[in-house]
């Protein structure tokens, strides 16, 4: 059984950085892509960013562009979320996520744990 298991999260101030890592239990490039979704109460899990296991092209949802940076050590099964200037509306709880596509939350086959990320203004 695949196993996604997080790390990092936390909590800053607004403009501040955090970081959170996702490291899969069997070789990433079994999956076509690997990435981040995140949920606040009462609305729909939404994309954060994802990248091409094989390729490591990045996507990223318009609400993180040019702010977070996903990156991946194949080495390691491991990817990585740089989230910097962070804001308030970037508080949620972050889930990492493997499968057959990353852009919408239907589409991964593996879920992780979650990992609270909060930011105070």
């Known amino acids: 059984q695949v196993k996604l298991v997080e790390s990092g999260g936390g909590s800053v101030q607004a403009g501040g950085s955090l970081r959170v890592s996702c490291s899969a239990s069997?070789?990433?490039?079994?999956?076509?892509?690997m990435g981040w979704f995140r949920q606040v109460p009462g609305k729909e899990r939404e994309p954060v960013a994802a990248?091409?296991?094989?390729?490591?092209?990045?996507y990223y949802h318009n609400s993180v562009r040019d702010r977070f940076t996903i990156s991946q050590d194949s080495a390691n099964n491991t990817i990585t979320l740089q989230m910097d200037s962070l804001q308030p509306g970037d508080t949620a709880v972050y889930y990492c996520?493997?499968?057959?596509?990353?852009?919408?939350?239907?589409?991964?086959?593996?879920w992780g744990q979650g990992i609270q990320v909060t930011v105070s203004s």
């Open positions: 069997e070789d990433m490039t079994n999956f076509y892509c």
């Open positions: 996520a493997a499968g057959r596509g990353c852009r919408e939350a239907s589409m991964p086959d593996y």
């Open positions: 990248v091409r296991t094989t390729t490591a092209r990045p």
